[in-house]
């Protein structure tokens, strides 16, 4: 079975510290739960049944924003994989940058924690998207 990464951007005030301990709630039940399995079947299958893509989701949300977005992603991927190329470094373009962008700019979070980082291109968009606000 594969295990599919998740991306979770956070919105939180330090007035509602709460959620902040809920997602960790969240995280500690998934990695020490016996039936952890069952769950993420059951998370599948409910995904499978009710997703939508990325573009039905952001244009019902915000269609100005929708294509602002597809605009400042594209100038970002292209920017990044020159760079990449320039040094030799095979990449595919990596993050879902246009989600990652569209729900910083939307949502408007005053906290935004990244972790990990592999060729940046979360991070700059994460930088564009705070920039622009």
Do not use: C, W
């Not at 939180?12 to 510290?17: D, L, P, R, Y």
């Not at 709460?18 to 960790?24: A, R, S, T």
């Not at 935004?112 to 991070?123: D, K, N, P, R, W």
């Amino acid at each position: 079975m594969k295990i599919f990464n998740v991306i979770n951007i956070v919105h939180f005030t330090s007035k509602n510290f709460q959620n902040l301990l809920v997602i960790f709630e969240k995280i500690l039940i998934k990695l020490f739960d016996v039936n952890s399995y069952i769950n993420i079947k059951k998370n599948k299958e409910f995904l499978d049944k009710n997703a939508i893509s990325f573009k039905k989701f952001a244009i019902n949300k915000n269609k100005k924003l929708f294509f602002e977005t597809i605009s400042v992603s594209k100038k970002i991927r292209e920017n990044g994989l020159k760079i990449l190329y320039k040094k030799r470094i095979k990449n595919h373009g990596g993050a879902a940058i246009e989600i990652i962008y569209f729900l910083i700019r939307y949502y408007k979070p005053k906290i935004i924690l990244e972790t990990g980082v592999a060729y940046g291109f979360s991070s700059h968009s994460i930088f564009h998207a705070i920039k622009k606000k």
